[in-house]
């Protein structure tokens, strides 16, 4: 069932690249299709069909946590502008300046380089249960760093992303008779969080050469931009306006 549905899914990805405007702005709509989907798409039945031991499944996790690691100290760089010590270069370049100051890797795009960074802090954690004290001391060490280059994505996304990982994470670790009443305190005590600071929230200072008043309107904008998207959904529900072509037809819905 999963197979097809994913098969289905690509499938109607790429009816909708090809029976629209596929070749604008240097094939871009192709490039994300072949990049972002078909390679993955492809990996995926690699990896299924490859033999899968123990070992070579932890090897996986711990290369991801290694990789993780570098992208979160590289975060944190970004974030205090450590620049000298951001490698690659390119990442500190002003050269690319969308999101500059904010933690974005070297996807240069802080909500890609947190799902990275995501992937990799759950990577770490899937040692714990094999882990003696002292390695379980060094897990929490490595999951603050973690912790540390999420807070640099300074991308809200991110954060809610991996507190509901660990809280997930948190639910199946300890006994039963202690999961729900941490994921109900959890639960109850991020929404405090968020009730309380839900003005910070909307609008704080991200990238280095945005003001707080610009975050706010880039808040402000989100229920504008559902309702764009909803009414581009209704008008073309199944194949939509063709991957990758929402910048260039969401324009014809802005005067409504």
Request: net charge positive; proline share 4%.
């Amino acid at each position: 069932l999963q197979d097809g549905l994913l098969i289905a899914f690509i499938t109607v990805l790429a009816l909708s690249t090809f029976t629209h405007d596929w070749r604008a702005e240097n094939h871009h709509a192709a490039a994300l299709l072949l990049f972002f989907f078909l390679m993955p798409f492809a990996l995926y039945f690699i990896g299924r069909e490859a033999p899968v031991t123990p070992r070579a499944v932890l090897g996986l996790f711990g290369a991801i946590a290694v990789f993780g690691l570098y992208l979160s100290i590289t975060s944190v760089f970004e974030k205090y502008q450590l620049y000298s010590l951001v490698f690659p270069r390119y990442v500190a370049s002003y050269a690319h300046p969308e999101f500059f100051g904010r933690g974005r890797g070297p996807f240069l795009n802080p909500a890609g380089n947190g799902l990275f960074l995501c992937v990799g802090m759950f990577s770490l954690l899937m040692f714990w249960s094999r882990a003696n004290r002292a390695m379980k001391l060094g897990i929490v060490f490595l999951t603050m760093i973690y912790l540390a280059g999420i807070y640099c994505t300074m991308t809200r996304c991110v954060w809610l992303a991996a507190a509901g990982g660990l809280m997930i994470f948190g639910a199946l670790t300890l006994p039963r008779r202690w999961s729900v009443a941490f994921v109900a305190s959890a639960g109850i005590a991020g929404s405090l969080v968020v009730l309380a600071k839900w003005d910070d929230l909307k609008a704080f200072k991200r990238d280095k050469h945005v003001a707080v008043s610009d975050m706010a309107k880039s808040a402000g904008l989100r229920p504008i931009l559902a309702y764009i998207a909803w009414q581009m959904f209704l008008d073309r529900p199944v194949l939509g306006c063709g991957l990758g072509q929402y910048p260039v037809e969401s324009v014809y819905y802005l005067s409504d």
